[in-house]
């Protein structure tokens, strides 16, 4: 059983591939996607684990991943807060704890999914449930002229969708289509898709990780991005 889920704003998009059938849901909860995933692999795209201190670029993951990116999505990555700023009341306390690196408004809007992940993250649970990145995955799985495009372009998504269609086969289309999901959140679906396949070559042992070897933070949270 392997799943893959994105934070699409008022919840997870989850997908999963169970007994040779594929599945989707919107599940509000990090609680609720951890208890629907237990026993199968599960990758998000949320960092696991938090510098006691910002730097700048993010954890060493965060700028390993983006050196991996073409220039047009160097940007997807974001560079990971301080755990220290999330306990912030206001951007700008979370601002001035984050230092010496910055910190943006869209970074800070994700505050809330960032603090429910971490909270619910212990180093055990990384036996199965694994950091990633939908544009690493599509950069590994169909090349850089992919990525390149956006998937908030109609052809960027069409053609993100194929590739998935590609790798897992007629299945993966017909979920796309059946699906009951407003448009944007297809976004999502198809980057849950993404991370599903990255969990397919974690089962296979097949996955590459950055850095490696991976940092810890002060919690025993093994800091990685996988694809």
Request: charged share 30%; net charge positive; proline share 8%.
């Amino acid at each position: 059983m392997v799943y893959g889920a994105d934070w699409a704003g008022s919840g997870w998009v989850l997908v999963g591939l169970e007994e040779g059938a594929f599945f989707a849901a919107l599940v509000p909860r990090f609680e609720g996607v951890l208890a629907r995933t237990e026993g199968g692999i599960l990758v998000v795209d949320v960092p696991i684990g938090l510098p006691e201190r910002a730097s700048p670029g993010g954890r060493a993951a965060d700028r390993a991943a983006r050196e991996l990116l073409p220039q047009e999505r160097k940007s997807s990555v974001f560079p990971t807060p301080s755990r220290r700023a999330l306990a912030a009341e206001s951007f700008e306390e979370a601002r001035r704890l984050n230092a010496p690196a910055g910190l943006n408004r869209q970074t800070y809007a994700l505050f809330p999914v960032l603090r429910e992940v971490d909270r619910a993250m212990r180093p055990e649970l990384q036996d199965r449930v694994y950091e990633g990145h939908p544009e690493l995955s599509f950069l590994h799985l169909a090349g850089p002229a992919l990525v390149r495009t956006s998937k908030r372009d109609r052809r960027g998504l069409f053609w993100r969708n194929e590739a998935l269609a590609e790798a897992f086969g007629p299945a993966w289309r017909a979920l796309f289509l059946e699906t009951p999901l407003p448009p944007a959140k297809r976004r999502d679906l198809v980057d849950a898709g993404a991370l599903l396949w990255t969990a397919q070559r974690i089962a296979r042992g097949e996955a590459r990780r950055v850095p490696e070897p991976p940092e810890e933070d002060a919690r025993g949270l093994r800091m990685a991005i996988y694809f």
